[in-house]
């Protein structure tokens, strides 16, 4: 069986979605309808910004979402998944694509999450850091012996390489102990602060009132959410985990693990970049990953 995988935030890139503005009606229709939403016209960002106008968080998590999905309905009948899933921000692209939100309502959730996740970095300095080739319950262990300082594993991306995230005393105190214990790297990420951790808690509170507001529709496929790794179809489940998301670990080990065993052997990346497809050859070295 065939799923599809959108990426998250990292993803982006200079001239992103512009061949499909050029020759697509239905995208550049899509893309303008983007611009009036936003209030702005993110794609003069997207196709001749600059690499610095592209990681601003508020423009970043907009592009991913608006490449990914208006990929996604530029394939037609050709997108006939069995199931979707994304990581982190990906999983919005995944829940529109799926049909579980709108076109419109997704876009607008992933521009208040953007804000708001920006606001709460401003509000606490913090960051990530990558930590390679060390077992994950030795970065558990480790991140939870600290004491005084916010720190967790946020990013399960592939066996031997999971993010952590935290203040940023925090995360130079981890990335101490960690090389100590035989980790090959312990690579701080150039992001705004510390997603997918506690601190992002005046996101998720903003967030969740504006999800609450959100009509959920069943999904045509199965959604696998990062929260648990397991696949949804309810709505009200698919609301508790898009709300859950922001201060919880993205578990993309745990989802490719659950997909291959549900028969997902073939993997479809939409959006930009090649990144989903690297991590799920390292997760399960049999599948087939390609980009749409």
Same mark, same amino acid.
């Given at each position: 069986?065939?799923?599809?995988?959108?990426?998250?935030?990292?993803?982006?890139?200079?001239?992103?979605?512009?061949?499909?503005?050029?020759?697509?009606?239905?995208?550049?229709?899509?893309?303008?309808?983007?611009?009036?939403?936003?209030?702005?016209?993110?794609?003069?960002?997207?196709?001749?910004?600059?690499?610095?106008?592209?990681?601003?968080?508020?423009?970043?998590?907009?592009?991913?979402?608006?490449?990914?999905?208006?990929?996604?309905?530029?394939?037609? /009948?050709?997108?006939? @998944?069995?199931?979707? #899933?994304? %990581? +982190?921000?990906?999983?919005?692209? *995944?829940? &529109?694509?799926?049909? $579980?939100?709108?076109?419109?309502?997704?876009?607008?959730?992933?521009?208040?999450?953007?804000?708001?996740?920006?606001?709460?970095?401003?509000?606490?300095?913090?960051?990530?850091?990558?930590?390679?080739?060390?077992?994950?319950?030795?970065?558990?262990?480790?991140?939870?012996?600290?004491?005084?300082?916010?720190?967790?594993?946020?990013?399960?991306?592939?066996?031997?390489?999971l993010v952590i995230s935290g203040s940023n005393a925090g995360i130079?105190?981890?990335?101490?102990?960690?090389?100590?214990?035989?980790?090959?790297? /312990?690579?701080?990420? @150039?992001?705004?602060? #510390?997603? %997918? +951790?506690?601190?992002?808690?005046? *996101?998720? &509170?903003?967030?969740? $009132?504006?999800?609450?507001?959100?009509?959920?529709?069943?999904?045509?496929?199965?959604?696998?959410?990062?929260?648990?790794?397991?696949?949804?179809?309810?709505?009200?489940?698919?609301?508790?985990?898009?709300?859950?998301?922001?201060?919880?670990?993205?578990?993309?080990?745990?989802?490719?693990?659950?997909?291959?065993?549900?028969?997902?052997?073939?993997?479809?990346?939409?959006?930009?970049?090649?990144?989903?497809?690297?991590?799920?050859?390292?997760?399960?070295?049999?599948?087939?990953?390609?980009?749409?």
């Open positions: 069986m065939k799923a599809y995988v959108f990426p998250g935030q990292g993803a982006q890139f200079v001239g992103m979605g512009k061949d499909l503005y050029d020759n697509s009606p239905l995208a550049k229709e899509m893309f303008e309808k983007a611009n009036k939403i936003l209030g702005f016209r993110i794609t003069d960002l997207m196709f001749a910004g600059t690499d610095e106008d592209l990681k601003q968080t508020k423009v970043t998590q907009p592009a991913i979402f608006l490449h990914s999905v208006i990929l996604a309905k530029t394939l037609g /009948a050709d997108f006939k @998944p069995a199931a979707v #899933a994304g %990581h +982190s921000l990906g999983e919005f692209s *995944a829940l &529109v694509a799926a049909g $579980a939100l709108s076109f419109e309502d997704g876009l607008v959730l992933v521009s208040k999450r953007a804000l708001a996740m920006q606001k709460a970095c401003e509000k606490n300095p913090s960051t990530m850091a990558a930590i390679l080739n060390l077992e994950d319950k030795v970065v558990e262990e480790t991140c939870a012996s600290i004491t005084g300082e916010v720190v967790v594993a946020a990013n399960y991306n592939c066996p031997g390489q130079d105190k981890a990335c101490e102990l960690l090389l100590a214990k035989g980790a090959k790297r /312990a690579l701080k990420l @150039p992001v705004g602060g #510390a997603f %997918h +951790s506690p601190l992002m808690e005046p *996101a998720r &509170v903003e967030l969740e $009132a504006a999800i609450a507001a959100t009509t959920v529709n069943k999904p045509s496929w199965p959604v696998y959410q990062n929260v648990d790794a397991k696949p949804y179809t309810d709505p009200a489940a698919i609301k508790k985990n898009m709300i859950a998301q922001l201060t919880a670990p993205v578990r993309w080990t745990q989802t490719i693990q659950n997909m291959c065993a549900d028969g997902h052997v073939s993997y479809v990346e939409v959006g930009p970049g090649k990144v989903l497809q690297g991590l799920i050859k390292k997760i399960s070295p049999t599948a087939e990953a390609v980009s749409a």
